[in-house]
């Protein structure tokens, strides 16, 4: 990797982990979010031909930059990572352009792989905390995903989703799987926050949450889906993929279980936004059922 920010802000014993940030015309975020990285022992922003300055930038604050481009098969974009990129460390922290690594993420994952690291682990749930209008939520509902895995004990499973519109050359939102279930490893679970700025643009943020409802509605019908790697996750999302009380469902975990009333005016805006997606998926759900 050649000289930029991150070599000159590195710590003398870096974090044993290689960060991937997958992008695409994410010009407007890369910056944000390669500045946040110092102090990991590699940077690697794997890039889908940006007709923006993403690549430039990228490669302007020190990040080695890997060109992709889909062939319309599998695997796709994060496995393809696994499987083709080279990487420092068999750790991989996947991030996206859109989000933060926190200052008290890195020291705990710092804690995490001090000495020997992890050994009997596959990989970790990172917990997203959204940045909504501008503002960081301490409440409401938040994000886990397993975005923190060892390259040889997990991978993206091949769904049946080549022909759904909606996703493309990314995996869509479920979890990588554990390559040998019977070898004993464990999956973890890191406190600190990842910021997750989901919310900076109205129109382009409606405009993916709609396909994201199409392609979520005919994953269902074919029963795409994989497993979720922990099992009372796995049955609360299959039973809120057709359930009409989802949209109430997800508004109610949020904004009063989860107390996201205490964040006032965007408390209440994130929480709407949550349940009109959940009535999205529910209305193209049935949409495409109807279809048969």
Same mark, same amino acid.
């Given at each position: 990797?050649?000289?930029?920010?991150?070599?000159?802000? %590195?710590? /003398?014993? &870096?974090? +044993?982990?290689?960060?991937?940030?997958?992008?695409?015309?994410?010009?407007?975020?890369?910056?944000?979010?390669?500045?946040?990285?110092? #102090?990991?022992?590699?940077?690697?922003?794997?890039?889908?031909?940006?007709?923006?300055?993403?690549?430039?930038?990228?490669?302007?604050?020190?990040? %080695?930059?890997?060109?992709?481009?889909?062939?319309?098969?599998? +695997? @796709?974009?994060? /496995?393809?990572?696994?499987? /083709?990129?080279?990487?420092?460390?068999?750790?991989?922290?996947?991030?996206?352009?859109?989000?933060?690594?926190?200052?008290?993420?890195?020291?705990?994952?710092? %804690?995490?792989?001090?000495?020997?690291?992890?050994?009997?682990?596959?990989?970790?749930?990172?917990? #997203?905390?959204?940045? $909504?209008?501008?503002?960081?939520?301490?409440?409401?509902?938040?994000?886990? @995903?397993?975005?923190?895995?060892?390259?040889?004990?997990?991978?993206? +499973?091949?769904?049946?989703?080549?022909? =759904?519109?909606?996703?493309?050359?990314?995996?869509?939102?479920? /979890? +990588?799987?554990?390559?040998?279930?019977?070898?004993?490893?464990?999956?973890?679970?890191?406190?600190?926050?990842?910021?997750?700025?989901?919310?900076?643009?109205?129109?382009? $943020?409606?405009?993916?949450?709609?396909?994201?409802?199409? $392609?979520?509605?005919?994953?269902?019908?074919?029963?795409?889906? &994989?497993?979720?790697?922990?099992?009372?996750?796995?049955?609360?999302?299959?039973?809120?993929?057709?359930?009409?009380? %989802?949209?109430?469902?997800?508004?109610?975990? #949020?904004?009063?279980?989860?107390?996201?009333?205490?964040?006032?005016?965007? #408390?209440?805006?994130?929480?709407?936004?949550?349940?009109?997606?959940?009535?999205?998926? =529910?209305?193209?759900?049935?949409?495409?059922?109807?279809?048969?």
């Amino acid at each position: 990797m050649g000289r930029g920010t991150f070599m000159s802000e %590195r710590p /003398q014993a &870096p974090i +044993p982990v290689s960060v991937i940030v997958t992008t695409k015309n994410e010009a407007r975020n890369i910056e944000r979010c390669l500045r946040a990285l110092s #102090g990991f022992a590699e940077v690697i922003v794997v890039d889908s031909h940006s007709a923006d300055e993403t690549a430039a930038l990228a490669q302007r604050m020190g990040a %080695r930059v890997v060109a992709y481009e889909w062939d319309g098969r599998y +695997p @796709k974009k994060r /496995q393809w990572c696994l499987e /083709q990129v080279e990487t420092f460390s068999p750790w991989v922290f996947f991030v996206d352009a859109d989000e933060e690594v926190t200052q008290a993420l890195r020291d705990e994952l710092a %804690r995490i792989f001090s000495g020997d690291g992890p050994k009997n682990c596959a990989g970790y749930f990172v917990r #997203g905390r959204y940045v $909504w209008s501008g503002r960081l939520l301490q409440f409401g509902l938040m994000n886990d @995903k397993l975005a923190l895995v060892h390259r040889e004990r997990v991978c993206f +499973p091949v769904v049946d989703d080549l022909d =759904i519109p909606g996703m493309g050359e990314i995996e869509g939102h479920y /979890q +990588p799987v554990l390559k040998n279930p019977q070898a004993g490893f464990c999956i973890g679970r890191v406190r600190a926050p990842l910021l997750h700025f989901a919310y900076e643009d109205e129109e382009r $943020w409606a405009e993916r949450h709609a396909r994201y409802a199409r $392609w979520e509605a005919h994953m269902t019908r074919r029963g795409a889906w &994989p497993r979720d790697p922990v099992p009372w996750r796995d049955w609360v999302k299959r039973f809120l993929r057709t359930s009409r009380l %989802r949209p109430a469902i997800v508004f109610a975990y #949020g904004y009063f279980f989860r107390l996201g009333f205490l964040e006032g005016r965007a #408390g209440w805006s994130f929480a709407l936004s949550r349940a009109w997606y959940a009535q999205a998926v =529910i209305t193209e759900t049935r949409r495409a059922f109807a279809e048969r």
